[in-house]
């Protein structure tokens, strides 16, 4: 699976943004996607996660409330719409895809390039 995560930019807090992660190469709907973020100097964390047939989902606490996950499998993309955003939320923000649903960033075989999300306050 290639995934192509795009909708990045710089936001003022109490702002919105939508991300994108566009798959393609294999059957997208057979696989849980994750969206993870990594601030300059930390670790990747979770941010979010979303099975495959969509029924579940699953949120750092940091962002449930504020952030929604979703996906079209019409479409092969997997959406996370953030909004009250918050200065501590600025990372590069990756999408991930595997077979199993998971919260840590070692669950995920697959993983797009990142984009980068900044909140000024």
Known sequence: VQLQASGGG?????????????????TFS?????WFRQAPGQEREFVAAITSGRRYTYYADSVKGRFTISRDNAENTVFLQMNSLKPEDTAVYYCAADKVTGVTPREYDYWGQGTLVTVSS
Do not use: I
Request: charged share 10%; aromatic share 4%; net charge positive.
């Open 10 to 26: 710089v936001v003022q807090a109490g702002g919105s943004l939508r991300l994108s992660c566009a798959a393609s190469g294999r």
């Open 30 to 34: 057979g696989y849980a996607a994750g």
